[in-house]
């Protein structure tokens, strides 16, 4: 059994691969590695990283989700430890062998993300808070970033000092996920009914009803390239439905509350894109195409992986 599979769902993200993989490489110690990528796109990322990476183990995975990919990469893993690994991010800084010998100091830990930056160099706050319809209505008015109110309101922590200790946290962000391989299959893996976003925090809420805990550690430091690309309005839209899905299936009598305080969300950011000129802007283009998905309540995504019964 491998220390650590490194698992890369790749939705056309061939030009990443060497960056995200390469760069995680130099900073795995003597860690006994295997790499897996699963291929649900059609830019030859499989054949790509077969030539460039000796060892790596592909599949070829008609694209129902990031979690249906996923869990196909689990079906072949073998190895203690599983780290998701968005293709579009780049190791920075720290060991993975340091951060295993965290995990392995710990038995009750299940799941880890570590310091995110964007290509700008600032901090994405990473660490999370589960959703709720009041941390969704503090987003929306702004409040959450109140002084002496964040800790109670605030979904995201943006007290940058917290990103450099090792803590506690609901959720972190799914582009760099390190969890135990017994924590998975206590739980069942993914939810394959959500097609992309959200499904890490459904992972990390099924995680902790069970009684594992999840962290934010600060033992490694990636860059997340995927933060400064363009807006996409279908991306936000899928986003949105995500959020929804996520409240029906975890705190239901609250869903419609939650759904209201997500469209205030976004009505308030298309106003106020308008009231500064810029109806053309791709920000306000996917703040509306996330509003028109919370009003309507369609999957921008249809397919069999999502429900809209969830």
Known sequence: MHDVCVAVVSYNGRPWLDTALGSLLEHAGSLDLELIVIDNGHDGSAEYAEERFSGVRTLLCPNRGFGHACN???EMADARYVLFLDPDTETLDGDLAELIEAFDRRPELALAGVRQLRDDGSLEHSIRRFPSALHMFAEALGVERVPGMRQVLGERELDRREYDLERACDWTAGSFMLVRRAALDDIGWFDERFFLFSEGTDLCWRLKEAGWEVAHMPQMTIRHHGHDRPENARLEAQAAYARMQFARKHFPR???????ALALRYALRVGAYSLTGRYESGRR??????LETVLKGEAPFAGRSQLSTL
């Open 72 to 74: 196909r990469a689990l």
């Open 254 to 260: 609250a869903a419609s509350e939650y759904r209201w």
């Open 285 to 290: 283009q996917a703040a509306r195409a996330g």
